[in-house]
């Protein structure tokens, strides 16, 4: 017999039951809008666009095995369609869960936020560029990881991502360790580390083996481009190496992690190996609601939640938000000019319903000693469906 649920305060759509096998509808649908307001040199107005339009389900088969099946409809316009999720999970050992297929390891705080639980539009430019070399969403990879309410562990080896692409033929390991050493009612305490090495980097149109380090100013309303690029590097190998942490007070989160990325080269231009390297640090504050919650499962904070048995709204007007962030990103060593960033951040969340956010962003940056140096106040909304 199939029957319908949802969750405690009714806020979510309804999954299917059928004889030990939960059907759940996926649903992570972002609208983009904004610009920038000062900006040199000028760049194209505001714009507009579907940053993330990811739909699909997700299957547990009698609490021993998950599937999860998501196409990437975004961005759009003119955005390159992909398989987001095709992964196979076994869930049956307690504590432990092995995936396979198309998803996204286990790598850095920031990152294994879902997308629709970050606290800002877009992450900050080291935790993309970091994630992006042998990690992050639509990577093609396998996965052991072990994890309980204090710690979180997993280790996995890497390909290409999903759809056409240039890293095909690349090949990874990667790793995170996490524990929380202080886990009361009100207190948390999240120190992590995590690392992830290319042994044998991507080779693309005839060239050999390298990598490109590149990023958006942390919003991209589709009419930026990335001044903060390296261009694609010659390289035999190459990682990255970071430290996480975090301190929830009730409604209080203090969030921050640095990495080093190091590159392995023989090509003689270069008089020692490039190394680069970024920062950021946030805090968030809930104002109405129950603030962000641990998961044991990602290692990474959920969205705040209505405190109440609201069904509709949270005391009627909601759960709000409001959070600040500052980041660096280096990409200057040896000759290479890939910029250095700096941005600041200030943004405020509002959750009408468990399912809907709204959020506005402001956002500061300059990008120097790049090929092209650049300054900008940025205004950005998001617009939000997920479940």
């Not at 790598?107 to 560029?129: H, K, N």
């Not at 001044?227 to 921050?256: C, P």
């Not at 290479?336 to 959020?359: D, S």
Request: hydrophobic residues 40%.
């Amino acid at each position: 017999m199939a029957c319908f649920y949802t969750t405690a305060q009714a806020q979510s759509v309804p999954a299917l039951a059928l004889h030990g096998v939960t059907i759940k509808p996926y649903a992570t649908d972002q609208l983009d809008v904004g610009g920038f307001a000062n900006a040199g040199p000028a760049h194209p107005g505001t714009g507009a666009r579907a940053a993330r339009l990811r739909n699909g389900v997700r299957i547990d088969i009698h609490k021993q095995v998950e599937i999860g099946a998501i196409w990437d409809f975004g961005p759009a316009p003119a955005g390159p369609m992909r398989l987001f999720e095709g992964q196979v999970s076994y869930t049956g050992l307690r504590h432990f869960v092995f995936t396979a297929g198309i998803f996204k390891p286990s790598f850095g705080l920031e990152s294994m936020a879902a997308q629709g639980d970050t606290v800002f539009v877009e992450r900050s430019s080291i935790s993309t560029i970091t994630r992006n070399l042998a990690t992050g969403i639509e990577r093609e990879a396998v996965q052991a990881e072990s994890y309980g309410r204090r710690y979180h562990i997993a280790v996995s080896a890497t390909a290409g991502t999903a759809g056409p692409g240039v890293d095909g033929n690349q090949r990874a390991m990667a790793f995170r360790v996490v524990g929380l050493p202080v886990r009361t009612r009100s207190l948390l305490l999240h120190l992590g580390f995590s690392g992830e090495w290319i042994f044998h980097p991507a080779s693309a149109h005839g060239a050999g083996p390298g990598l490109a380090l590149s990023d958006n100013p942390e919003l991209n309303p589709g009419t930026v481009s990335r001044y903060l690029n390296t261009g694609r590097i010659a390289v035999d190998a190459g990682g990255a190496f970071g430290v996480e942490g975090a301190l929830s007070w009730r409604r209080l989160l203090v969030q921050a992690e640095g990495y080093d990325i190091m590159l392995h080269t023989r090509a003689p231009q270069y008089s020692h190996q490039p190394h680069f390297h970024g920062w950021y640090g946030m805090l968030a504050y809930t104002l109405n609601g129950r603030g962000r919650q641990w998961k044991g499962r990602s290692a990474a904070f959920s969205s705040p939640t209505c405190n109440t048995a609201q069904t509709v709204t949270c005391n009627g007007y909601g759960v709000l938000e409001v959070a600040a962030r500052y980041s660096q990103a280096d990409l200057q060593s040896v000759g290479i000019q890939g910029g250095n960033q700096h941005t600041a951040a200030l943004a405020l969340n509002w959750w009408p319903t468990a399912i809907m956010r709204v959020t506005i962003q402001y956002e500061y940056g300059q990008i120097r000693d790049g090929r092209i140096p650049e300054h900008f106040h940025g205004i950005m909304s998001l617009f939000q469906i997920k479940f």
